[in-house]
């Protein structure tokens, strides 16, 4: 005789899991939720549709990660106030890091709409520009035409001239700051992407490291891009006379600023003060990627 629970009931179990596996793996809810075994999104989609806040806390009034302190700061994205940039047309832009906050360098966001175009920085001003979102062109002071898409950049020199267009919605990450000029050094306009940029070594550590300007004395900042995998960690507590401005790109993870801990996800955004002791360790089941600035080549005095 078949037992009155074998089958169905086992079906049932069955037909249940699949259901509980298949919505675990396609939510994008909450600060720690799955991600997606099939996940299709574009690159560093995270960062510009991100979770605004913990599930259990979105409907909480007044509810923001964001902490601003003397030596560092965390802007998370429901913190983000746009307007309209300055000098550029048909673009929203949201500064996050600024030297009100004790920086010697800008960072924030450029929301470029349709038919937008960019304005220059002020005199003596280089500029880094990242892709995060969409397809925008650089015209440069030579009259050549360069395609920047996601995960490109673009290095322009203080005093070049150059625009960037777009003619559909696009998100920038940029970073500004007043060149320290050196007698006989003079930097170039770069065009790169992050794919095309060498692994360096990384002595005593385990993550993966790309720089995407040159090392050499001319430039007076870099920008690093850094992979951990999940469950790696900083090996150096890092003190140091650098600034740092980072944007987690992908994963999730706790960062670690003087004697506080915090969680952090892709769209979150660190400014690091000098000296302030700092550490990184991902979590969660995809990798994390941030990109970072660094002040370099340069005597403290």
Request: proline share 8%; with cysteine; charged share 15%.
């Amino acid at each position: 005789m078949q037992s009155f629970c074998s089958f169905p009931v086992q079906s049932l179990f069955f037909q249940l899991f699949t259901l509980c596996f298949l919505k675990l793996g396609f939510s994008q809810e909450g600060f720690c939720s799955a991600p997606s075994i099939l996940n299709t999104q574009p690159l560093y989609w995270k960062v510009t549709n991100p979770t605004l806040s913990p599930s259990h806390l979105q409907d909480l009034p007044g509810f923001t990660r964001s902490v601003y302190k003397r030596d560092h700061a965390l802007i998370t994205p429901e913190s983000h106030v746009f307007s309209p940039l300055p000098d550029w047309i048909n673009t929203l832009g949201a500064y996050l890091i600024s030297p009100s906050m004790g920086s010697h360098f800008v960072m924030y966001l450029a929301k470029m709409q349709e038919n937008s175009k960019s304005g220059l920085p002020p005199s003596d001003v280089e500029r880094l520009v990242f892709v995060l979102h969409g397809v925008v062109t650089l015209d440069d002071a030579s009259s050549i035409t360069h395609k920047l898409e996601v995960d490109s950049y673009a290095y322009l020199p203080p005093n070049s001239k150059h625009s960037f267009k777009s003619d559909a919605p696009a998100t920038l990450v940029i970073f500004e700051r007043r060149y320290a000029y050196l007698e006989n050094c003079t930097t170039e306009q770069i065009i790169g992407s992050t794919d095309k940029q060498p692994l360096l070594e990384t002595p005593g550590e385990v993550f993966e490291l790309r720089k995407l300007l040159p090392t050499s004395l001319p430039y007076d900042f870099n920008i690093h891009i850094m992979d951990f995998q999940p469950g790696e960690f900083l090996n150096v507590k890092e003190v140091h006379y650098n600034q740092h401005g980072l944007l987690l790109l992908e994963g999730q993870g706790i960062y670690r600023l003087g004697d506080n801990w915090y969680p952090v996800q892709a769209g979150d955004t660190i400014w690091m003060a000098p000296f302030v002791p700092q550490w990184y360790a991902a979590l969660g089941k995809t990798k994390s990627r941030y990109l970072l600035y660094k002040d370099v080549n340069r005597n403290p005095l």
